[in-house]
């Protein structure tokens, strides 16, 4: 009963494994603004919603609206 928690926020190891992407993909999107993350200051480790993450890895936007559109857009042309 006590295993049935649901973290609110994964590390960027676990989120890593929950989305079978490298961790240092991870940590790119996250520094990249790509993938939503919490800091809880600069240097720190990383907090992503597991909604987020699910947003990124089927590349839509995540329920607080990241990435912001000027980012997408910026993919070489
Ligand atoms: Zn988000």
């Avoid at 991870?26 to 603004?33: C, H, I, K, M, P």
């Avoid at 699910?54 to 995540?62: D, G, I, L, M």
Wanted: proline fraction near 5%; include cysteine; aromatic fraction near 6%.
């Amino acid at each position: 009963m006590t295993d049935n928690v649901t973290p609110l926020y994964l590390s960027t190891t676990q989120a890593a494994e929950a989305s079978q992407r490298h961790r240092e993909t991870v940590a790119d999107a996250l520094r990249s603004g790509e993938l939503h993350g919490f800091q809880r200051s600069a240097g720190s480790n990383w907090r992503i919603d597991p909604d987020c993450l699910k947003a990124w890895v089927e590349k839509r936007a995540c329920k607080h609206g990241f990435p912001q559109p000027k980012s997408v857009t910026k993919a070489a042309a």
